[in-house]
């Protein structure tokens, strides 16, 4: 999008080189993300009627009662992808997970008992914890206290 001839006219010489992508984080990222895919929500919401769907950036899952639902849905908006925006699904093949177990999503453990760390940040304390004797107290201070906080705003 970033791309298209009219970000020429808005970006000025602000445009991202052609061999480079958005920095993550950045305000610009977000809009564009939600613009670009503005349309993706109404598609699943309005035309395929999906019960349950929820996005962020280009990450998304939907909620349905029966899985060929699901199956279907996916084949719908892979295809509404390719026609309208160019992309692709990064899993095209995916199958659909049952949610009464836990899942990974953007990087968090969901579960029906809640939201917590997901297996790389675990992995990341349990790495810092082992090289807690090399480590400036300071530093592991600040890990732990970032870990204990991200755990404390999942409601851990």
């Known amino acids: 999008m970033y791309r ?15 061999d480079q992508g958005l920095p993550l984080g ?5 809009w564009s993300g939600g613009l670009y895919l503005d349309g993706l929500d109404h598609h699943v919401k309005r035309v395929l009627k999906v019960p349950g769907y929820l996005r962020y950036m280009d990450d998304f899952v939907l909620f349905a009662e029966r899985a060929e639902a699901l199956v279907q849905a996916r084949e719908l908006i892979a295809d509404w992808l390719g026609q309208e925006r160019g992309l692709t699904l990064k899993h095209p093949f995916a199958e659909p997970l049952d949610n009464r177990l836990p899942t990974v999503f953007l990087g968090f ?3 029906r008992a809640g939201i917590g760390p ?8 349990r790495r810092r914890l082992r090289r807690a004797d090399d480590m400036d107290p300071a530093h592991l201070a600040r890990s732990l206290l970032a870990f204990r906080g991200m755990w404390g705003a999942l409601g851990g």
Request: aromatic share 4%.
């Open 109 to 111: 453990r969901i579960s």
């Open 26 to 30: 950045g305000y610009l990222s977000h």
């Open 4 to 18: 298209h001839p009219l970000a020429a006219l808005a970006l000025g010489d602000h445009r991202v080189p052609p």
């Open 118 to 125: 997901g297996p790389k940040a675990l992995r990341r304390l």
